[in-house]
């Protein structure tokens, strides 16, 4: 089963727009973390978010995450044409087997125009 | 960037061939980890390991085994390879076992004809 789901599954802006995008998930969580994926390549962490803390920041990276909701969002601000890519939310499991191991949504995929 | 290698990066081979794709961490992280994606979609964890002489099939399905018995070294093998088998495979490791970030290698695009 899929524990995130993310939307929208592509997103296109102009260079100097803010991106958003948002990650839902099912069961409780440890934390949550954001990925980037260039084409063909293997991700890269970009953020991670405790189940207690509301807001993170990192750079241009803004993450929040609404446990009572089950919903997560990443803005990226000041857009660039380097951060093309795909980005996925993957959620870590609290305990138990789980422990530990990260399930990844779909990812969303966005394109940034010079 | 990640010290977390896997090679090949490309492989094309014929059906019923055995394969071994190679996934090394100089990072001395205890945890690993496959991961299947098609084209586009999600990461499915078809393997993991918590560290030497440890290894757990994932949420999905594989055909696939594994083995560890270094801790910087975590080989994927295909027995008996099928065009089904197609798809990027993707290495990862962790240092501990808190869901803590996982450092990803480049991939090995895998093609079954």
């Known amino acids: 089963s899929q524990q995130g789901e993310e939307d929208p599954q592509a997103l296109s802006i102009q260079e100097g727009e803010n991106a958003t995008m948002n990650c839902s998930y099912k069961t409780s969580i440890n934390n949550l973390q954001w990925y980037r994926q260039n084409s063909g390549r293997g991700l890269v962490h970009l953020i991670l978010?405790?189940?207690?803390?509301r807001e993170k920041h990192s750079g241009r990276l803004r993450v929040t995450l609404d446990t009572s909701k089950k919903s997560s969002s990443l803005l990226i601000t000041a857009s660039r044409a380097a951060d093309t890519a795909s980005y996925f939310c993957a959620t870590a499991s609290p305990g138990g087997t789980s422990y530990g191991k990260l399930t990844f949504g779909q990812g969303t995929i966005l394109t940034v125009h010079p | 960037e990640a010290d977390i290698y896997q090679t090949p990066r490309y492989l094309v081979i014929g059906t019923g061939k055995k394969i071994t794709l190679e996934c090394s961490q100089t990072m001395g992280h205890d945890k690993m980890y496959w991961y299947q994606q098609d084209p586009g979609m999600e990461l499915h964890l078809i393997h993991y390991?918590?560290?030497?002489?440890?290894?757990e099939k994932g949420d999905l399905s594989s055909e696939s085994t594994v083995s560890r018995i270094r801790t910087e070294h975590f080989p994927l093998t295909l027995e008996s390879a099928r065009p089904s088998h197609t798809s990027q495979y993707l290495c990862a490791s962790s240092e501990w076992a808190g869901g803590n970030e996982q450092y990803f290698g480049p991939g090995t695009r895998l093609t079954v004809t």
């Open positions: 390991s918590y560290g030497v002489n440890s290894t």
């Open positions: 978010i405790r189940s207690n803390e």
